[in-house]
């Protein structure tokens, strides 16, 4: 956890030493920060943690929103490596054509002389 969030935490008697935290990170940000600041005696079903639910749905949509964009890229790259493939065969066949061409036209030339 970074320093700056260990420092705001609430001081309640030993709860920060056994609360749990949730430090949600993306693009080296934090998103979202979240204490149950529960010791142990609160750890009871009715204690409100719907927000757990939250923050793990938002850290999975930051998650496939990223592996779309990776997807995005990695097809993109691959498209262009394609199209150079096809660019080069297409260059070395143009010039294996001129080397055909300028020969048949040297030897037609040394038939003259």
């Given at each position: 956890m970074?320093?700056?969030y260990k420092k705001s935490l609430s001081e309640n008697g030993g709860g920060s030493e056994y609360a749990g935290y949730l430090l949600v990170t993306h693009n080296e940000k934090v998103i979202r920060f979240e204490s149950d600041a529960m010791e142990p005696e609160d750890a009871i079903f009715p204690r409100d943690l719907n927000w757990i639910k939250g923050a793990i749905e938002q850290a999975y949509?930051?998650?496939?929103?990223?592996?779309?964009?990776e997807d995005a890229i990695a097809d993109a790259n691959q498209a262009q490596a394609e199209s150079d493939a096809m660019a080069q065969a297409e260059a070395e066949a143009i010039a294996e054509d001129n080397a055909r061409a300028r020969a048949s036209s040297l030897s037609r030339i040394n038939e003259r002389k």
């Open positions: 970074p320093e700056e949509e930051l998650g496939k929103r990223d592996a779309e964009a």
